[in-house]
């Protein structure tokens, strides 16, 4: 297996990208090789301040870097020599097995539906966030800000790839789906939302347990809570802050510390033909880590097969 | 002064609601009168357990109540001789200055639509939640649940009604009104939020700041933060239960402290005619006791008259 990490993504690249690269070789198995995409003598240097020897990776040499802030489609066309677009060709090659990047969010999102491409029947890729549970374990929360509006087709079909995920990934069994809403009861809820209770009540493709509201996301009504890009997103944010307030606050608990998104190694872009994994813009080797072991995860899962075969 | 209060409102009425009165009664000026509606004989018996004299109060004695989860429209209707009827009938007749229930929230929209009807030219009545600030102070967030859809029109509506309850009620000077987001960026949203942002940037009516976001609820960003219903009752739900998990924890903090409702009362419903509060189904004597100050502090600032002048 190759997975692929673009070292130039992330607000402290490319040190803590090879730092984080590191730190995953070291777990990783003899058979797992990880591909460097990017500046090599920038990370050449700091593998030798490492006392690493670089014969431990493969390396890509890229010239170009799509900032945080830059336009996705119109970076992705006009930096062919970027890690971020030279990943993705390495991925659609089948020269690596997963890509994964810290760095623009857009970009990657783009990036794999230009490359990759999306699978066949579905409508939409989609982000997801992890919500830890109060009980222990872990949900699923998406789509997190992918798709600001959406379909109740399409929100139909982010139960299935949650359901999935959280199935191969997290060794969930039958995940139980909950629509995020305003009551639990069928009838209440936006325009979307009523239309898509009745199409999730019918599936036969995951375990629907019915209407969720936001005071359910960190207990055990649901596995998968799947919503709007939009809403997720506002969720996503206001739980990080929360989670903030508690760190500033020096309050230690168990609970929180599981809040920390650097333990999960960024969001899978679910939908599309090749495992892809975007990271937080600004994490540290720890989430980089996790980001190369979530891809390793992703692979082994064969999730991507599960998603083909569930929308043939 | 006539502060009218359902005394068969919320899960622990009649007892919570007349301790609530109660407790008011010693707070409220002389020429403020309390008018307890509901079951006049238990009423009294609570009154004569508690050693205060009924003499403190006037009565409207009913015989019906709405439950809880009755249909809002049809208990209104079918039930003429229950509290929240009978209540929104006095206001409507001046009979009462102010109403206010902890009871049925569904039926407290229709009931002030029905009697004391929508202010000419707002489109949708709503309903606002308070959320405190960490570095003291609080935030207004609008709508939290009377309107799931709504039109970019709507909110900007929000937008006056949310700044002129902020200026009135909780003397915040020029708020800082911000459109919940799902990007600081003016071209970030969905398809509601992009239309809505235009509406806003151009408005004389407030004091726009442009878009916030989930992490944005806690800072001094924005003071009044817009949305349509589904969003906002997903958030006040989510904050909701955080502030459950610290109390579950024991983590004393006066900033969690404050994200208890019980201090701010109700929320007013914001674009009717006449000053009405709904209490938290849950609550206890000293929510009923902050719901009754919110009406006076309703009726003492004039809200209502100003948002009939700002829709003029």
Redesign the interface.
């Known amino acids: 297996m190759r997975i692929g990490l673009d070292i130039m993504g992330g607000d402290y690249a490319p040190k803590a990208t090879v730092l984080g690269a590191i730190a995953a070789f070291k777990i990783l198995a003899p058979e797992h090789k990880l591909v460097l995409i990017g500046d090599k003598p920038a990370a050449l240097s700091i593998l030798q301040e490492n006392d690493f020897s670089a014969d431990n990776f493969d390396f890509i040499h890229t010239t170009e870097v799509i900032g945080m802030g830059e336009h996705p489609t119109k970076a992705i066309v006009q930096k062919p020599d970027s890690s971020i677009s030279v990943g993705f060709n390495l991925l659609k090659e089948g020269n690596i097995d997963a890509f994964s990047s810290a760095g623009n969010t857009g970009a990657m999102l783009v990036g794999s539906m230009f490359s990759v491409k999306t699978i066949p029947g579905v409508m939409r890729p989609c982000m997801t966030a992890i919500v830890p549970k ?1 009980k222990g374990g872990l949900g699923i929360l998406l789509d997190v ?1 992918a798709n ?2 959406c379909k109740p087709e399409v929100l139909l079909q982010f139960g299935v790839l949650g359901s999935l995920m959280a199935e191969s990934i997290y060794n969930i069994d039958n995940p139980k789906v909950g629509l ?1 809403n ?1 009551g639990e009861e069928e009838e209440k ?3 979307t ?1 009523l239309a898509t209770y009745p199409l999730m009540k019918a599936t036969d493709k995951f375990n629907f347990v019915g209407n969720v ?6 207990g055990d009504s649901a596995d998968v809570f799947v ?5 997720g ?10 989670y ?2 508690t760190l500033k ?1 020096g ?1 230690k ?1 168990e ?1 929180f510390d599981r809040f920390n998104y650097e333990a999960y190694g960024g969001s899978p872009i679910l939908g599309v033909n090749a495992p892809v994994v975007v990271g937080h813009g600004i994490s540290p080797p720890e989430a980089i880590k996790n980001m190369v072991l979530l891809c390793r995860n992703m692979v082994e899962s064969k999730l991507v097969e599960k998603v083909k075969q569930a929308f043939q």
């Open positions: 109060l800000g600001a509006d995020m305003i809820g936006n325009i939302s509201e936001g005071r359910d996301l960190f919503c709007d890009g939009f809403t997103n506002v969720i996503l944010k206001l739980a990080e802050s929360f903030v307030v606050k309050m608990d609970f």
